[in-house]
Nanobody, 121 residues
Framework: VQLQASGGGLVQAGGSLRLSCTAS????????MGWFRQAPGKEREFVAA????????YYADSVKGRFTISRDNAKNTMYLQMNSLKSEDTAVYYC???????????????WGQGTLVTVSS
């Protein structure tokens, strides 16, 4: 399975972006999926995760109420809708797949290449 993240860009604080993560395999619905991010000089951190059929979602406290994770298994695609963006959301965002629900990056075995989100204040 190859994962391709897209949708990043430059946005003003308070604005919105939607990230997409498309998988090459038709077995997409076998996997739990997650979003992580890494800001300059910081470690990669968990953002959100979603169950195989969209049932069950988890969020980092820092994004709860502002970000929404979703997936469309018919399109082999996962999304991250990001609203009310803040400068501290600036990071490279990565999508990743897992065989179980987890917030631990070490549990994910396949990663996309990342897409840069820059929020200007």
């Amino acid at each position: 399975v190859q994962l391709q993240a897209s949708g990043g860009g430059l946005v003003q604080a308070g604005g919105s972006l939607r990230l997409s993560c498309t998988a090459s395999a038709t077995t997409f619905n076998r996997y739990f999926m997650g979003w992580f991010r890494q800001a300059p000089g910081k470690e990669r951190e968990f953002v959100a995760a979603i169950g195989r059929y969209g049932v069950g979602t988890y969020y980092a406290d820092s994004v709860k109420g502002r970000f929404t994770i979703s997936r469309d298994n018919a399109k082999n695609t996962m999304y991250l809708q990001m609203n009310s963006l803040k400068s501290e959301d600036t990071a490279v965002y990565y999508c990743a797949r897992n065989w179980e629900m987890s917030m631990e990056s070490r549990m994910y075995d396949e990663w996309g290449q990342g897409t840069l989100v820059t929020v200007s204040s």
